[in-house]
């Protein structure tokens, strides 16, 4: 998953001049070496980088150790794409000047070319602790989760970039990447889970309800209570398929039965039951997987992840943990 090829094409220019302003804002060079800056500036714009980088070490020959060459260097080796290079580069102007967001960006960058991805959240999280509003490290960040196959973090950085530009679409995308592999993996833990073969039933019954097949999700159903009687999950389905075959009167009875189950077990889901009848949405009265499926309904993405984590976090063992967590994805993603 990279969306982020494109992104050295945007920074050629931006990343260049920051260098180039570091540059000015050190001691005044000799003729020699403006001259030397000024031809590397245009070999920068023009993309020849490996000429730039030439330029850049001739500067140092003539000027050891001096940042502002050290920095524009290890950008002219980034955009030659001579990662490793770039690294080290990087490195060296982070010695002398811990403090250069872009310069932990763009290493973080090339950590996350080589596949190094560890390496890449650390110095990502730098930039972004020096500058938190820093957009595309964010991204990157959350594209080195989801490498990692961390996708709950990922999913988190990609709504802290949706809460920064709402209106900007890649990040949504992504997103919904990370709710469905997260839906995959609680239905991958469900399926070895203690207990899993009534949470199986319901899955498919869902799967039925969500394809208009109300008469084989009601069979599902009945067949999860064949498993067990007292749980309330599969009584919430039959009033599913009653609503959708218009059958009110017979969902609201298997609403209530639902309802009265439910009791009986510790992770409440209250809020879902009670918008099916319309009648009171109380997401504050519910548990976490309750809450997240109320708030997913209502749009509200963030609040919905946030809850479902701590959940599934606390319960990541527990069979009705992971049903309620695969549902919840699943809704975040159709959210999304």
Not at 57 to 73: C, H, M, N, S, V
Request: charged share 25%; hydrophobic share 45%; aromatic share 10%.
């Amino acid at each position: 998953m990279d969306c982020f090829e494109d992104l050295n094409l945007r920074f050629i220019g931006v990343f260049l001049f920051v260098a180039l302003g570091l540059a000015a804002s050190q001691t005044a060079p000799s003729k020699n070496v403006r001259d030397l800056l000024e031809k590397a500036k245009s070999a920068g714009q023009r993309g020849s980088f490996d000429e730039a980088a030439r330029l850049y070490r001739e500067i140092l020959t003539i000027k050891p150790g001096w940042l502002a060459a050290e920095f524009d260097l290890a950008v002219a080796y980034h955009f030659a794409g001579k990662y490793p290079e770039a690294i080290s580069g990087f490195n060296k102007a982070i010695r002398l000047d811990p403090s250069i967001a872009s310069a932990y960006f763009l290493r973080g960058i090339d950590y996350y070319q080589t596949n190094e991805y560890q390496k890449a959240l650390a110095s990502l999280k730098r930039a972004l602790e020096l500058q938190p509003d820093h957009t595309e490290a964010r991204l990157y960040l959350a594209a080195s989760y989801y490498q990692l196959n961390d996708f709950t973090n990922a999913a988190l950085a990609y709504l802290d970039q949706i809460r920064a530009e709402p209106r900007k679409g890649d990040p949504y995308f992504q997103l919904v990447q990370c709710y469905e592999r997260l839906e995959q993996t609680a239905l991958y833990e469900l399926e070895k889970a203690p207990g899993a073969n009534y949470f199986v039933l319901l899955l498919e019954a869902e799967k039925d309800i969500e394809q208009g097949n109300a008469a084989a999700a009601e069979s599902q159903a009945k067949l999860a209570l064949d498993v067990d009687q007292a749980a309330p999950e599969a009584w919430f389905i039959l009033g599913k398929a009653a609503q959708q075959n218009g059958e009110t009167e017979r969902a609201i009875v298997q609403f209530q039965h639902a309802r009265e189950a439910e009791k009986n077990i510790s992770l409440r889901f209250r809020a879902v039951i009670d918008a099916a009848l319309n009648t009171l949405h109380d997401c504050a009265a519910a548990g976490d997987f309750g809450r997240s499926l109320c708030r997913a309904a209502g749009g509200d993405i963030s609040e919905a992840t946030a809850l479902v984590v701590a959940g599934a976090r606390s319960n990541h063992r527990d069979a009705r943990a992971l049903y309620w967590s695969a549902q919840v994805y699943r809704r975040l993603a159709q959210s999304a």
